[in-house]
């Protein structure tokens, strides 16, 4: 019977690492592996799955935990850290410092949500104070994030209707994908859940609130063969999309209409959500980022600049 990694690790903590350690420390199952986001099974175990933990212990502290090597028939392992060393490495993050908007917009969602997901074991020097720090974007940040959002959908929508109008359907659908995607981004966003890397993005996707009814209207746009019913099938998933947000009352309400670019056959939905939640953006350094064009996530360059240490280049890429 399949025991999940937080279980398996949360036992190898209480049974064989807790009673060997005797200085004030926290304890977590954090980072980048199926089993922090609660989405291992059985086929997770065949590469590096195991029972581990990580420890973190004050600076200047030494620990070197005497424990087995192995636990209920699995390799195990612990890591040692203190809090700065390991936002460091992994964010570029300095727990004691504050958070200024430029900061958030250089930390990858998906190690966002690393870190803030997983099992916190035992806490005695302030792990979870950090985890709650990150645990969401501040509320301007996340109207940025929306308006870069909304962005990146409206001025595509269209698109799928011009490729195909020339004949080239395969165009139209890869179009329709992105948009999907896109639109699926935006439901994280409108659901304040950071999104996961690309192999857990769907299955996260389908345990949002709102995942049941979007994610057949989206597997329609995926399923469609010409551009008419790739575009029907967009509008169809476009609209309750928007009435989320509506629900949310972060905006007063937008209304939806439909538009032709130029008089052109081709239906978008839309509505002015950028404009909306542009006019409620009160942290004066959002407002400057925001009234630039709304480049969004740094996802979108992170495959250059992917290590930690790149932060400070990227806050500086914001700043310009």
């Known amino acids: ?18 009673p060997v350690v005797d200085v004030p420390h926290s304890a977590a199952l954090l980072g ?13 175990t065949d590469h590096d799955w ?10 200047g502290v030494t620990l070197e935990p005497d424990v087995p090597d192995k636990f209920e028939g699995w390799p195990a392992s612990v890591e040692v850290h203190t809090l700065r060393s390991y936002f460091q490495k992994q964010l570029g ?3 004691d410092q504050e958070l200024a908007a430029r900061d958030w917009l250089t930390f990858p969602e998906s190690i966002l949500r690393q870190h803030t997901a997983g099992a916190v074991f035992h806490d005695e020097i302030g792990l979870q ?13 996340w109207r940025y994030l929306m308006i870069a959002a909304w962005w990146c959908v409206h001025p595509e929508m269209n698109l799928v209707g011009r490729a195909g109008y020339t004949g080239d359907e395969l165009g139209s659908a890869v179009i329709g994908a992105q948009l999907v995607r896109d639109l699926m981004q935006l439901c994280f966003l409108l659901e ?49 999309i928007c009435e989320l947000h509506n629900r ?22 839309w509505g002015d959500f950028p404009g909306a939640l542009a006019a409620g953006i009160e942290d004066p350094e959002v407002k400057r980022i925001a009234e630039r064009w709304p ?11 992917w290590h930690a240490n790149d932060r400070r280049q990227l806050v500086e890429l914001v700043d310009s």
């Open 1 to 18: 019977m399949f025991v999940s990694g937080q279980e398996l690790s949360r036992r190898f903590y209480l049974e064989k690492v807790r």
């Open 32 to 44: 980048r592996t199926s089993e922090v986001l609660g989405f291992d099974d059985e086929m997770s």
């Open 50 to 59: 195991k029972p581990r933990a990580l420890l973190f212990v004050r600076e």
């Open 93 to 95: 993050f300095d727990p």
């Open 129 to 141: 104070a950090v985890r709650d720090r990150l645990n969401y974007y501040p509320p301007d940040v």
């Open 192 to 240: 304040r859940q950071y999104a996961p890397y690309r192999k857990w993005f769907g299955t996260a996707f389908s345990r949002l609130s709102c995942g049941p009814t979007v994610g057949p209207l989206l597997r329609d746009v995926l399923r469609a063969e010409t551009w008419q019913e790739r575009e029907a099938a967009l509008m169809a998933a476009y609209r309750p």
């Open 248 to 269: 949310l009352e972060i905006t007063p309400p937008v209304e939806l209409g439909v538009e032709q670019m130029c008089g052109r056959p081709f239906k978008v939905v």
């Open 295 to 305: 480049v969004g996530r740094i996802e979108q360059i992170r495959d250059v600049f």
